[in-house]
Nanobody, 114 residues
């Protein structure tokens, strides 16, 4: 079992920035793929960005050139830097880790006003 605790998020105006953090309870996260998803009201949860153990990164088209995923394995943490935020980025953001089973963070609200 892995616990993921998220911090960050909040409310910003369009064009603003936020950083989300996700700390894992397991010390060996470096060998696992981690990612960030989001779910807007009335919509399905969607992948925002993922990062493999080898540092290969994938971004959803909507996140390219605006969001940056990174990880610090020593701190057992994955980050998502959100920049140039738009109202359509408003959603609950979740981190996840795939250790065979998938575990999720508790979610954090990001609200972008125009």
């Amino acid at each position: 079992h892995v616990q993921l605790v998220q911090t960050g998020g909040g409310s910003v105006q369009s064009g603003g920035s936020l950083r989300l953090s996700c700390v894992a309870s397991r010390s060996t996260i470096g060998i696992y793929t981690m990612g960030w998803y989001r779910q807007a009201p009335g919509k399905q949860r969607e992948l925002v960005a993922g990062i493999t153990s080898g540092g290969i990164i994938h971004y959803a088209e909507s996140a390219k050139r605006r969001f940056t995923i990174s990880r610090d394995n020593a701190k057992k943490t994955v980050y998502l830097q959100l920049s140039s935020l738009k109202p359509e980025d408003t959603a609950v953001y979740y981190c996840d880790i795939n250790v065979g089973n998938v575990y999720w963070g508790q979610g954090t609200q990001v609200t972008v006003s125009s």
